[in-house]
Nanobody
Framework: VQLQASGGGLVQAGGSLRLSCVAS????????LSWFRQAPGKEREFVSG????????YYADSVKGRFAISRDDASNTVYLQMSSLKPEDTAVYYC??????????????????WGQGTLVTVSS
């Protein structure tokens, strides 16, 4: 599976952005998908994920209630809708795919495919 993320940009605090990640490959629909982020000088951290069916989702406490993850298997796309953005959300956001479709892992090493990253900058 190859992943291509897009949708980042500059937004004011309180604003919204929607990130997209398009996947190529026939096994997309049977994979767990997640978003991670990495701020300058910090480790990559889990943001949100969903299992292969989309029936189960998981969010980091820092984004719970503000971000929403979804998937559209018809277009091989996973989305991250981000609302009420804060300056501390500034980071490069990465989509990732896991070939263990039943789990939502928060560990980057469990993912075997990554997008190239898209930069989100939230100004105060």
């Amino acid at each position: 599976v190859q992943l291509q993320a897009s949708g980042g940009g500059l937004v004011q605090a309180g604003g919204s952005l929607r990130l997209s990640c398009v996947a190529s490959g026939r096994t997309f629909s049977y994979r767990a998908l997640s978003w991670f982020r990495q701020a300058p000088g910090k480790e990559r951290e889990f943001v949100s994920g969903l299992n292969w069916s989309g029936g189960r989702t998981y969010y980091a406490d820092s984004v719970k209630g503000r971000f929403a993850i979804s998937r559209d298997d018809a277009s091989n796309t996973v989305y991250l809708q981000m609302s009420s953005l804060k300056p501390e959300d500034t980071a490069v956001y990465y989509c990732a795919s896991d070939d263990k479709p039943w789990r939502i892992s928060t560990t980057p090493g469990d993912y075997d495919a990554w997008g190239q990253g898209t930069l989100v900058t939230v100004s105060s």
